[in-house]
């Protein structure tokens, strides 16, 4: 008998097993490399213009977003970020959203349901 009391917690230890062998929690997503400092190369081809919509038009207006651009492109030359301030963020990103115009980058608007983002931002 207690031989068989041994047995069930083993057999149930070695099914658990058997049966987790199958999952991974990898994935098997590429990740680009980033370019080395001072190859001003740009493995990932990343190129073209980023447009961020924000509501902080005083980072704009002081050049605090400029030096941001500046260190991004100093690490992908061929690509020019553009920075849009709206004075009135809440209401102005609804709209733009609605319209497929709310550029590359935005902050996600706090006044929109988190189930209906998908309905916005899938592209």
């Known amino acids: 008998m ?10 149930t230890i070695l099914v658990l097993l058997l049966m987790s062998a199958g999952c991974d929690s990898r994935s ?6 980033s370019p080395s400092p001072g ?10 213009t980023i447009v ?6 005083d980072l704009i ?3 605090t977003f400029k030096s941001y651009a500046d260190e991004f492109t100093k690490k ?3 690509a020019h970020v553009e920075f849009e301030g709206l004075s009135n963020y809440a209401t102005d990103i609804l709209v733009r959203l609605s319209t497929k115009d709310a550029g590359d980058v935005l ?11 998908k309905l916005f931002l899938n592209r």
């Open 107 to 117: 902050l996600l608007p706090v006044n929109l349901p988190a189930k209906e983002l």
């Open 39 to 48: 190859t001003g190369g740009s493995p990932s081809g990343l190129s073209g």
């Open 2 to 11: 207690k031989r068989m009391k041994l047995r069930w917690p083993m057999l």
């Open 52 to 57: 961020m919509l924000t509501n902080r038009i």
């Open 61 to 63: 207006e002081d050049g």
């Open 28 to 33: 098997n997503n590429q990740v680009l490399p």
């Open 76 to 78: 992908y030359p061929e």
